[in-house]
């Protein structure tokens, strides 16, 4: 009959040290997964990804590339194992061949890699706008650790463009410019069919940028500010290589926002004059010029420019 033993040593004799056997092994199991629960927060905090960049455009059926570059600011050698992704829409789909094709299986200490990461298949029947999503890298100490160790958010804007230019808003003092929000919608070329509209923040000296949500291809874009007249540029070329240097000029005295000046906005006009902000009869949309006094300043504008119509 074999006898138990604890060290060498009969656990009969030893009751107190029988009774402490399990505690130190429970002991021994929590120290060490506290060390492979410490390692893998190691590994999280020590490599960084940064894509390149994190946000692309593409249309309906593209597939659009996302680089990236992975660094091992830490001390020890990090495992890449594996690549997932949240929070995407069923009408864009990735694909992380590129990862495991491309992507060592791990990076030591200092090290870093620039590679193309994954890619998103975008559906042919997906809708224009944006899309948001994360990835993340897991691996670890060894080659079998599935912890989250790098993850980046991206985004892809399906039928986007980058439109850039300048609106003069005529007439207007040039340190109120900032700030001054503009509708800007784009249409089908010849008609005032919207296919999308946005409001505009301009900033120092009538600079703006914004992403449009449409299908390339040619279009008008009009702008309307406050108390301006909406402006139409005719027949733009929109792609997803961007678009740069739109210049609009926006004609000033529309106090009622009508897209006309006449009667009805003198008649605003003079019921705000001589007024001041917090005054009972201050009418922003009145103080033409944007010095903060509705005066005859405002009315040589308006009476300049009586009688004008925007565009449709």
Same mark, same amino acid.
């Given at each position: 009959?074999?006898?138990?033993?604890?060290?060498?040593?009969?656990?009969?004799?030893?009751?107190?040290?029988?009774?402490?056997?399990?505690?130190?092994?429970?002991?021994?199991?929590?120290?060490?997964?506290?060390?492979?629960?410490?390692?893998?927060?190691?590994?999280?905090?020590?490599?960084?990804? *940064?894509?390149?960049?994190?946000?692309?455009? +593409?249309?309906?059926?593209?597939?659009?590339?996302?680089?990236?570059?992975?660094?091992?600011? +830490?001390?020890?050698?990090?495992?890449?194992?594996?690549?997932?992704?949240?929070?995407?829409?069923?009408?864009?789909?990735?694909?992380?061949?590129?990862?495991?094709?491309?992507?060592?299986?791990? %990076?030591?200490?200092?090290?870093?890699?620039?590679?193309?990461?994954?890619?998103?298949?975008?559906?042919?029947?997906?809708?224009?706008?944006?899309?948001?999503?994360?990835?993340?890298?897991?691996?670890?100490?060894?080659?079998?650790?599935?912890?989250?160790?790098?993850? =980046?958010?991206?985004?892809?804007?399906?039928?986007?463009?980058?439109?850039?230019?300048?609106?003069? %808003?005529?007439?207007?003092?040039?340190?109120?410019?900032?700030?001054?929000?503009?509708?800007?919608?784009?249409?089908?070329?010849?008609?005032?069919?919207?296919?999308?509209?946005?409001?505009?923040?301009?900033?120092?000296?009538?600079?703006?940028?914004?992403?449009?949500?449409? *299908?390339?291809?040619?279009?008008?874009?009009?702008?309307?500010?406050?108390?301006?007249?909406?402006?139409?540029?005719?027949?733009?070329?929109? =792609?997803?290589?961007? %678009?740069?240097?739109?210049?609009?000029?926006?004609?000033?005295?529309?106090?009622?926002?009508?897209?006309?000046?006449?009667?009805?906005?003198?008649? *605003?006009?003079?019921?705000?004059?001589?007024?001041?902000?917090?005054?009972?009869?201050?009418?922003?949309?009145?103080?033409?010029?944007?010095?903060?006094?509705?005066? %005859?300043?405002?009315?040589?504008?308006?009476?300049?420019?009586?009688?004008?119509?925007?565009?449709?």
């Amino acid at each position: 009959m074999r006898n138990n033993t604890l060290n060498g040593l009969p656990a009969t004799r030893f009751p107190v040290l029988q009774k402490l056997r399990r505690p130190i092994i429970n002991l021994r199991v929590g120290l060490v997964l506290l060390a492979v629960s410490y390692l893998a927060i190691a590994a999280n905090a020590q490599l960084v990804l *940064q894509l390149n960049p994190a946000g692309q455009t +593409g249309e309906p059926g593209d597939a659009v590339t996302y680089n990236a570059t992975l660094t091992n600011n +830490g001390t020890t050698t990090v495992f890449l194992n594996g690549i997932g992704f949240n929070n995407l829409q069923n009408l864009i789909v990735p694909d992380d061949s590129l990862f495991f094709d491309d992507w060592p299986i791990s %990076l030591a200490p200092g090290d870093s890699i620039t590679a193309d990461l994954f890619q998103v298949a975008l559906d042919p029947s997906v809708a224009y706008g944006d899309y948001a999503g994360s990835v993340t890298i897991s691996g670890g100490a060894d080659g079998f650790a599935s912890d989250p160790v790098a993850s =980046s958010d991206f985004q892809v804007s399906v039928g986007a463009c980058t439109v850039s230019g300048t609106v003069t %808003l005529q007439d207007y003092a040039a340190a109120a410019v900032a700030g001054t929000p503009v509708t800007m919608e784009i249409r089908l070329p010849g008609t005032t069919t919207v296919v999308d509209s946005q409001t505009l923040t301009l900033e120092a000296g009538g600079s703006f940028s914004f992403t449009a949500h449409c *299908q390339t291809g040619t279009y008008d874009i009009a702008m309307k500010a406050s108390h301006w007249l909406r402006k139409k540029v005719p027949n733009v070329n929109l =792609s997803t290589a961007g %678009l740069t240097g739109l210049t609009i000029s926006l004609v000033n005295g529309d106090i009622n926002g009508d897209n006309r000046i006449n009667l009805a906005d003198f008649a *605003q006009l003079r019921t705000a004059f001589g007024s001041a902000p917090g005054g009972s009869n201050w009418n922003q949309n009145a103080d033409l010029n944007g010095d903060g006094h509705v005066n %005859l300043g405002d009315f040589a504008i308006l009476r300049t420019n009586f009688g004008l119509i925007g565009d449709p």
